[in-house]
């Protein structure tokens, strides 16, 4: 699944440089953070944040129902 997420949100963000994936999995769920720049944030996000709740209901869709729960997030990067 985090293949998914990766392929989806490299096709948004121009500066793949900076761009980096934390998971972390708990008992019943697993949580993945996207760390973008700042430029690439609105790419990612989307106008109303479109893009970004398309992303999270595939992925919700591709889940199967026995398995843990996908939570997906979206932060701009610190340096």
Avoid at 8 to 13: K, L, R, Y
Avoid at 34 to 46: A, C, F, P, Q, Y
């Amino acid at each position: 699944m985090l293949d998914l997420i990766k392929y989806i949100v490299e096709q948004f963000a121009e500066d793949k440089e900076h761009l980096s994936y934390e998971v972390e999995e708990t008992e019943d769920s697993i949580n993945v953070t996207v760390l973008l720049s700042d430029s690439d944030m609105g790419k990612v996000i989307g106008k109303q944040g479109k893009i970004a709740k398309a992303l999270r209901t595939l992925v919700r869709c591709k889940t199967p129902k026995d398995s843990k729960k996908y939570n997906i997030e979206i932060k701009e990067r610190e340096e």
